[in-house]
């Protein structure tokens, strides 16, 4: 990401968590930054939209950490899930996400709103992807709505923590409970075909969808405007990589572990390189 890009989110992000959002104004942005009002508007149109840039780099965060956790693993791994799941859940602590997402909440602003739905969407349907690869194509029917269980048994079940426990909520241990819950549940519905929502997509988009290798690489080599020339070597190398004859699927891995653990990136290209570790899977 652009560094003076990154300076002004960096800033944003203190502020809103420090003073709230909507008692932060943008020139208290500019003041935070050291940076000029043009400056500014030569990155965001709003304050709306910075912070909605702090959510989606946070979102890249995530994802990029979730795809550490899983790179080298099988696909249909469970305690990955789990893994990814309590990434998840420890980052919305760390980086105080309830208190930004309060700042949506109580927002008139639409492009907020429009972005909290989005963004809640994503989530579950990443989380019915997950499902399926973990528990084969037969678990279609039930993903979305046992996303939907699993993203709001988390939620809950850490507001009954905070309600019943002095000590610190065991991220792990939680994400784990509810993964073995997810398997009775699933399992059962697979047998009894017992379903209650009939759809299976919530997005008209298709930020979760899989592309073929090729289409990876293209887009690849579009969203490197924004990134450093080390990233910008690594990701193109990639790109080439997948549409070689016969691509190396240790190679692939190798780089793909270099990406997840030691750079930020653009939220697209996060999303681009998620679906890179995915088709590896089927090499």
């Known amino acids: 990401m652009n560094l003076k890009k990154q300076q002004i989110i960096n800033a944003a992000y203190t502020l809103f968590i420090n003073k709230g959002y909507n008692a932060s ?67 919305n602590r760390e980086k105080n996400l309830f208190s930004l997402y309060e700042s949506i909440f109580y927002s008139q602003d639409e492009e907020l709103k429009k972005f909290a739905r989005e963004t809640y969407s994503s989530e579950i349907e990443w989380i019915a992807t997950r499902i399926v690869d973990v528990f084969g194509e ?44 997810l398997k009775e549940a699933i399992l059962n519905q697979m047998a009894t075909k017992d379903q209650f929502i009939t759809k299976s997509k919530i997005l008209l988009d298709n930020m979760n969808e899989p592309m073929s290798l090729e289409d990876l690489s293209t887009k690849l080599k579009t969203l490197l405007l924004e990134e450093e020339e080390d990233i910008k070597q690594l990701v193109s190398f990639l790109a080439d990589e997948l549409v070689m004859k016969t691509p190396r699927k240790p190679l692939i891995e190798s780089i793909l572990s270099t990406l997840a653990n030691n750079y930020s990136y653009e939220h697209e290209l996060v999303i681009a390189l998620e679906k890179v570790w995915k088709e590896l899977q089927h090499m």
């Not at 208290?28 to 989606?56: H, P, Q, R, W």
């Not at 923590?161 to 409970?177: C, D, I, R």
Request: hydrophobic letters at 40%.
């Open 25 to 91: 104004s943008i020139q208290d942005i500019l003041d935070e930054a050291g940076v000029s009002k043009g400056t500014f508007y030569n990155y965001f149109a709003s304050k709306a939209e910075c912070l909605i840039a702090i959510m989606e780099s946070i979102g890249s965060e995530i994802r990029q950490k979730r795809m550490a956790a899983a790179v080298g693993k099988p696909l249909n791994n469970s305690d990955v899930l789990a893994e990814q799941l309590c990434i998840r859940i420890q980052m």
């Open 138 to 181: 037969e678990s279609r029917p039930y993903a979305l709505e046992n996303a939907a269980v699993v993203h709001g048994s988390i939620q809950q079940l850490t507001n009954v923590w905070k309600l019943t426990a002095s000590e610190e909520l065991p991220t792990e241990q939680l994400s784990a409970f509810v993964i073995r819950r």
